[in-house]
T-cell receptor
Framework: AQTVTQSQPEMSVQEAETVTLSCTYDTSENNYYLFWYKQPPSRQMILVIRQEAYKQQNATENRFSVNFQKAAKSFSLKISDSQLGDTAMYFCAFCQNNNDMRFGAGTRLTVKP | ETGVTQTPRHLVMGMTNKKSLKCEQHLGHNAMYWYKQSAKKPLELMFVYNFKEQTENNSVPSRFSPECPNSSHLFLHLHTLQPEDSALYLC???????????????FGEGSRLTVL
């Protein structure tokens, strides 16, 4: 079974600074997808960014970017110029073939003013 | 109107009660999911329905009983629950089960369940 590990239960960052959330995963497959989801307090979980494993180029969405290290099975999320609205739980997720999405335990990020 | 709506948002029940969680999606999707979110644990996939047919049951205890009367509605019937079942229950949908590969999962806000 595929597993997703987020080793940082909680993190904090000052507004306008940069923070990196870690994620590692375990699989024997070569083709798969990786995701970061954001769950704001009492609000819906939404997709932040997606990476296809066959693409070497790291995905970027505005202030959010990933560092995808396929050999190391690492998929970290970098948030630049942190904003108060970035305060949320962040979940790393993994999906391959037609299997269902598997999530990590989440990292609670707090952006401090 | 949000795409995926869950009711109730909060539920407190005793171990002998019978209650149900409801999920409704207004996105025209054909796959719906129940996830259990417990503190400091990975999200647990419980059930998957694709075109109203249950395609996944991840060894969930029988005290949780899903029902999918149509592609837009998904229920989770609860009876004789245990305190350890207290958690946030998330409903999600996707166009179909395969499109979940591309991350196109849309979540509801969740139902916070407390079992006394």
């Amino acid at each position: 079974a595929q597993t997703v590990t987020q080793s940082q239960p909680e993190m904090s960052v000052q507004e306008a600074e940069t923070v990196t959330l870690s994620c590692t995963y375990d699989t024997s497959e070569n083709n798969y997808y990786l995701f970061w989801y954001k769950q704001p307090p009492s609000r819906q979980m939404i997709l932040v960014i997606r990476q296809e494993a066959y693409k070497q180029q790291n995905a970027t969405e505005n202030r959010f970017s990933v560092n995808f290290q396929k050999a190391a099975k690492s998929f970290s999320l970098k948030i630049s110029d942190s904003q108060l609205g970035d305060t949320a739980m962040y979940f790393c997720a993994f999906c391959q073939n037609n299997n269902d999405m598997r999530f990590g335990a989440g990292t609670r990020l707090t952006v401090k003013p | 109107e949000t795409g995926v709506t869950q009711t109730p948002r909060h539920l407190v029940m005793g171990m002998t009660n019978k209650k149900s969680l409801k999920c409704e999606q207004h996105l025209g999707h054909n796959a719906m999911y129940w996830y259990k979110q417990s503190a400091k644990k990975p999200l647990e996939l419980m059930f998957v329905y694709n075109f109203k047919e249950q395609t996944e049951n991840n060894s969930v205890p029988s005290r949780f009983s899903p029902e999918c009367p149509n592609s837009s509605h998904l229920f989770l019937h609860l009876h004789t629950l245990q305190p350890e079942d207290s958690a946030l229950y998330l409903c999600a949908s996707s166009q179909d089960r395969g499109s979940a590969n591309t991350g196109e999962l849309f979540f509801g806000e969740g139902s916070r369940l407390t079992v006394l």
